[in-house]
Nanobody, 128 residues
Framework: QVQLVESGGGLVQAGGSLRLSCAASGSTVSGRALSTYAVGWFRQAPGKEREFVATITWNADAAYYANSVKGRFTISRDNNKNTVSLQMNSLKPEDTAIYYC????????????????WGQGTQVTVSS
């Protein structure tokens, strides 16, 4: 059973920074190691659909971002520690949402339906 646990959320003023972490553990249905899965971050604001934020390939050779966060957020991973981080700088009130990490065996994709495992989420609130 795979577990993804997010941490690092909180309340921050506009212009501030937060660093989210996603810790992965467990055995996958596919039998492949979690370190071979791409990992993505998604977010869902109240009353809105879940949206893609960023994703990173299994070996960290590529990362992709939503236009709304490009240049402000950076995704990274440490496969030795089975963790993926999302550094969020220059935060805006519109970044307020629950942030979820997810793992996908198919690779770094933007579609949430293609992700196999999900965490429970961590709340990020940006005040103006």
């Amino acid at each position: 059973q795979v577990q993804l646990v997010e941490s690092g959320g909180g309340l921050v003023q506009a212009g501030g920074s937060l660093r989210l972490s996603c810790a992965a553990s467990g055995s996958t249905v596919s039998g492949r190691a979690l370190s071979t899965y791409a990992v993505g971050w998604f977010r869902q604001a109240p009353g809105k659909e879940r949206e893609f934020v960023a994703t990173i390939t299994w070996n960290a050779d590529a990362a992709y971002y939503a236009n709304s966060v490009k240049g402000r957020f950076t995704i990274s991973r440490d496969n030795n520690k089975n963790t993926v981080s999302l550094q969020m700088n220059s935060l805006k009130p519109e970044d307020t949402a629950i942030y979820y990490c997810a793992a996908a065996v198919v690779g770094s994709v933007r579609a949430d339906v293609l992700y196999d495992y999900w965490g429970q989420g961590t709340q990020v609130t940006v005040s103006s």
